[in-house]
């Protein structure tokens, strides 16, 4: 079975604090993905990594940064945690090409507060 | 990616099939119809995808229509562990970037005892 796994379940933060989630994926995926879900705005694609220190901005990278130095990791580092980040982080994974039918396979999702 | 439709709740006896419509009239021909389904506080968990054939896998059957405007997902015995929101997503390769999952509300499943 594919296993993404996002180390930390349920943080909290205090604002300015500088907040690391990590994620593993033990599939050999090239793509790794950062999203967050906040109720009624769904899913929103903050950074994406198509391979080894390789990373594209999504649609809201404002006050995130990423991190991939091995394949299997990816971190998303909040440089300045502010109230309005408080949401849940979704971590993803899939084979290239990004043809249709590779399938994204999502983590458990890491609740984060910001205080 | 095109857009879908899907009733906004369900509800479903413990051990009766649940069948989840969702329509996709303005689907392309390259475009596959992907189903995830989430749980309460927990991350989206894929159940399955097709393009044009009926597929069928150890969590549930998807059956697409001949002209792949809508489509069924179905658990055939259904638990209370199967109450969750259902998500219908049809997603192409349209070059460059692709890395967007479009989510809309789903259809909030409820299975009752």
């Known amino acids: 079975d594919v296993k993404v796994t996002q180390s930390s379940r349920y943080l909290v933060k205090r604002t300015g604090e500088k907040v690391f989630l990590e994620c593993v994926q033990d599939?050999?995926?090239?793509?790794m993905f950062w999203y967050r879900q906040d109720p009624g705005l769904g899913l929103r694609l903050i950074y994406f990594?198509?391979?080894?220190?390789?990373?594209e901005k999504g649609d809201i990278p404002e006050g995130y940064s990423v991190s991939r130095e091995k394949k299997e990791r990816f971190s998303l580092i909040l440089e300045s945690a502010s109230t309005n980040q408080t949401s849940m982080y979704l971590c993803?994974?899939?084979?290239?090409?990004?043809?249709?039918?590779?399938?994204?396979?999502f983590g458990e999702g890491s609740w984060l507060t910001v205080v | 990616d095109a857009k879908t439709t899907q009733p906004t709740s369900m509800d479903c006896a413990e051990g009766r099939a649940a069948n989840l419509p969702c329509n996709h009239s303005?689907?392309?021909?390259?475009?596959?119809v992907y189903w995830y389904r989430q749980i309460h506080s927990q991350g989206p968990q894929y159940i399955i995808h097709?393009?044009?054939n009926n597929e069928t896998n150890e969590m549930a059957s998807l059956i697409i229509t001949e002209d792949r405007k809508s489509s069924t997902l179905i658990l055939p015995h259904a638990t209370l562990r199967d109450t969750a929101v259902y998500y219908c997503?049809?997603?192409?390769?349209?070059?460059?970037?692709?890395?967007?999952?479009?989510f809309g509300k789903g259809t909030l499943l409820t299975v009752n005892p």
């Open positions: 990594s198509y391979d080894v220190k390789m990373k």
């Open positions: 997503i049809v997603r192409g390769y349209s070059g460059g970037s692709n890395y967007k999952l479009t």
């Open positions: 993803a994974s899939s084979f290239l090409p990004l043809s249709s039918g590779n399938t994204i396979y």
């Open positions: 599939m050999d995926h090239e793509n």
């Open positions: 303005t689907i392309s021909g390259n475009e596959y």
């Open positions: 097709g393009l044009k």
